[in-house]
């Protein structure tokens, strides 16, 4: 027999890690507190995220288990502190700062660490961040900590070995091993997502913990798993390195994380929308539209405008603006390239303080009126809007592209083209026109419950 393949082994690195990580235990109201402990990680997916949790729609759009009941009991029971959730972290510094994710301690009201020597060690929030899921403490105490630090190259390699040690199930100081197996991942739960995936096996009680490369450097902070059946699959997600230092850096030195603002809202161009708009390439973001007082509205942005370079660098999608605008920080000049009317446009704007305030665009639903008028090709049946502006959408054809692409009754067509529509006959013509430019699609901006969206629609060339 020949020799046989050496066969990496992961003991030396976990020797060096392991005692900087750590497991976190949190208290709270315990009239806030489920069965189940909230915060992610445990493989169940909705059972684990508190209501108002952004990774709820990607387990909605999975058919993740349903959600298991709240406790009873008297409404007139004592409020008591008692542990909530239970995570995983690690520190940072030998002076006691560590990470772990957002949703762990969120709500808690008390937090401890409890060492792999078995010391159980307070801890104080220093602060926290929802964007990114992450969060960092701090623990007082004289000694000095083993801490570990973070990988120096921006990308982990699709294949790399990686090692994840954590606290599944509240046991402790767990290691399992596995590969990055995608990079770039967006699951949906934040404008920032570009998760790293794993194989590593990754469970409840693992939120928060590191992901480390055979240098022991830690390469991303687990923080989601994607599991229909209840357990590990082997799909979990770590927020990448470069995001967690930015953003722990900014919470240690004040507690909370600066980030730019344009103040519009955006969607992804597709190919479709690309070629109603005459764009050579289906990348870049579009302008759905500027929010009143915003940096993007005073600059000049509007409806139907494709962002397609931030301060000279392309913008390949929305998720990408998104990322260079609160990357750039308040305050920031920059110069975008905007695709308006079939040109580029140079628009400079200065970005301001990021805000949570999420206003909401909801038009009146009005009933149809009795003037209604057949677009055929469309599969779509409007009628003026009594609002004094656009299409009132009254019947979609069921079989049509329409309703393939999510255009419902009671939606208002607010404009073709970029080109606001007032009555059918307005309608036709921008239609025709796009005819003329032997272009496939038109560029719908729909408004609705929803709020204002674009949908490029297949016309026929008459």
């Given at each position: 027999m020949g020799a046989e393949a050496a066969v990496p082994g992961f003991s030396e690195v976990v020797t060096a890690v392991s005692p900087a990580v750590v497991s976190v235990r949190v208290k709270g109201d315990a009239k806030q507190v489920s069965e189940q402990m909230p915060g992610f990680g445990s493989g169940n997916g909705l059972e684990d995220l508190p209501e108002n949790h952004p990774l709820r729609r990607f387990f909605d759009q999975f058919g993740g288990p349903?959600?298991?009941?709240?406790?009873?009991?008297?409404?007139?029971?004592?409020?008591?502190?008692?542990?909530?959730?239970?995570?995983?972290?690690?520190?940072?510094?030998?002076?006691?700062?560590?990470?772990?994710?957002?949703?762990?301690?969120?709500?808690?009201?008390?937090?401890?660490?409890?060492?792999?020597?078995?010391?159980?060690?307070?801890?104080?929030?220093?602060?926290?961040?929802?964007?990114?899921?992450?969060?960092?403490?701090?623990?007082?105490?004289?000694?000095?900590?083993?801490?570990?630090?973070?990988?120096?190259?921006?990308?982990?390699?699709?294949?790399?070995?990686?090692?994840?040690?954590?606290?599944?199930?509240?046991?402790?100081?767990?290691?399992?091993?596995?590969?990055v197996s995608a990079l770039g991942r967006d699951i949906g739960s934040g404008p920032y997502d570009d998760y790293i995936q794993i194989d590593a096996a990754v469970n409840r009680g693992n939120s928060g913990g590191p992901a480390f490369n055979l240098s022991g450097e830690v390469v991303g902070i687990n923080t989601a798993i994607f599991s229909p059946s209840g357990g590990n699959v082997g799909i979990a997600f770590a927020i990448p390195s470069y995001v967690v230092q930015d953003v722990v850096q900014d919470l240690i030195d004040d507690g909370q994380v600066?980030?730019?603002?344009?103040?519009?809202?955006?969607?992804?161009?597709?190919?479709?929308?690309?070629?109603?708009?005459?764009?050579?390439?289906?990348?870049?973001?579009?302008?759905?539209?500027?929010?009143?007082?915003?940096?993007?509205?005073?600059?000049?942005?509007?409806?139907?405008?494709?962002?397609?370079?931030?301060?000279?660098?392309?913008v390949k999608s929305a998720r990408d603006l998104s990322v260079k605008v609160a990357s750039a920080g308040?305050?920031?000049?920059?110069?975008?390239?905007?695709?308006?009317?079939?040109?580029?446009?140079?628009?400079?704007?200065?970005?301001?303080?990021?805000?949570?305030?999420?206003?909401?665009?909801?038009?009146?639903?009005?009933?149809?009126?009795?003037?209604?008028?057949?677009?055929?090709?469309?599969?779509?049946?409007?009628?003026?809007?009594?609002?004094?502006?656009?299409?009132?959408?009254?019947?979609?054809?069921?079989?049509?592209?329409?309703?393939?692409?999510?255009?419902?009754?009671?939606?208002?067509?607010?404009?073709?083209?970029?080109?606001?529509?007032?009555?059918?006959?307005?309608?036709?013509e921008i239609l025709a026109d796009v005819r003329k430019s032997d272009r496939d699609h038109a560029l719908f901006q729909i408004d609705g419950e929803r709020g204002s969206r674009f949908v490029a629609l297949p016309i026929e060339q008459g």
């Open positions: 349903t959600l298991r009941g709240m406790p009873g009991g008297d409404n007139d029971a004592p409020r008591q502190a008692r542990p909530m959730s239970q995570g995983s972290g690690f520190f940072i510094s030998e002076d006691g700062y560590l990470v772990t994710n957002n949703h762990v301690v969120e709500d808690g009201t008390e937090f401890s660490v409890l060492l792999d020597d078995g010391t159980e060690l307070d801890a104080k929030l220093i602060g926290k961040d929802s964007r990114t899921d992450l969060a960092v403490l701090k623990v007082d105490a004289k000694r000095e900590f083993t801490y570990v630090e973070f990988a120096t190259d921006k990308k982990a390699r699709v294949g790399d070995w990686v090692v994840a040690v954590g606290n599944p199930f509240g046991l402790g100081g767990s290691v399992t091993a596995g590969i600066e980030r730019g603002w344009l103040g519009v809202q955006i969607q992804p161009v597709d190919a479709e929308v690309a070629e109603s708009l005459g764009l050579e390439k289906d990348q870049g973001a579009l302008v759905v539209e500027p929010q009143e007082g915003s940096p993007g509205a005073k600059a000049g942005l509007k409806a139907g405008d494709v962002i397609t370079a931030f301060d000279g660098k392309p308040p305050s920031t000049e920059v110069d975008l390239s905007v695709w308006r009317e079939g040109e580029t446009k140079s628009i400079e704007v200065t970005l301001g303080d990021l805000v949570n305030a999420n206003g909401t665009n909801e038009p009146e639903q009005t009933p149809a009126s009795t003037k209604q008028e057949s677009l055929p090709s469309l599969g779509l049946t409007v009628a003026p809007s009594e609002q004094g502006a656009g299409l009132l959408i009254a019947k979609v054809d069921p079989d049509s592209e329409a309703a393939a692409r999510g255009i419902s009754e009671g939606e208002r067509i607010a404009s073709i083209n970029n080109t606001e529509v007032t009555n059918v006959a307005r309608a036709k």
